[in-house]
């Protein structure tokens, strides 16, 4: 019984040394986890970018289309309600929230000579 309690103690004070080794897998992980956040948000910036200069580009006259995949015309646009008027090449017309907007497709005609 004598001889196996010498070991026991080498075994407890070897697993709960005071320092502990350093673990580059850990480091690694974390790392790949700190790319992974970066390259999201910066992806995420440049939609959110996109979508903001199509609403701006959305102005009476510019062919745009909707979240849904509907091409139209603007032909009016209400900034207080945050809506739009789109013309379809069928003639009918259907009032959009601003934010359905995705894509400026052609802008408005200019009147510069």
Do not use: C, H
Not at 55 to 70: D, E, H, I, L, S
């Amino acid at each position: 019984m004598n001889a196996l309690l010498p070991y026991a103690q080498v075994s407890a004070s070897e697993g709960t040394g005071s320092a502990p080794g350093f673990d580059p897998l850990l480091l690694i992980m974390i790392a790949i986890l700190v790319i992974f956040m970066v390259l999201t948000f910066r992806r995420g910036k440049k939609l959110r970018d996109e979508q903001s200069k199509a609403r701006g580009g959305a102005v009476v006259g510019a062919q745009v289309v909707t979240a849904g995949g509907m091409v139209g015309t603007v032909v009016s646009r209400d900034e207080e309600a945050q809506r739009v008027t789109l013309e379809f090449s069928s003639g009918d017309r259907v009032d959009f929230l601003i934010g359905a907007i995705q894509q400026v497709v052609e802008p408005a005609a200019t009147t510069e000579d």
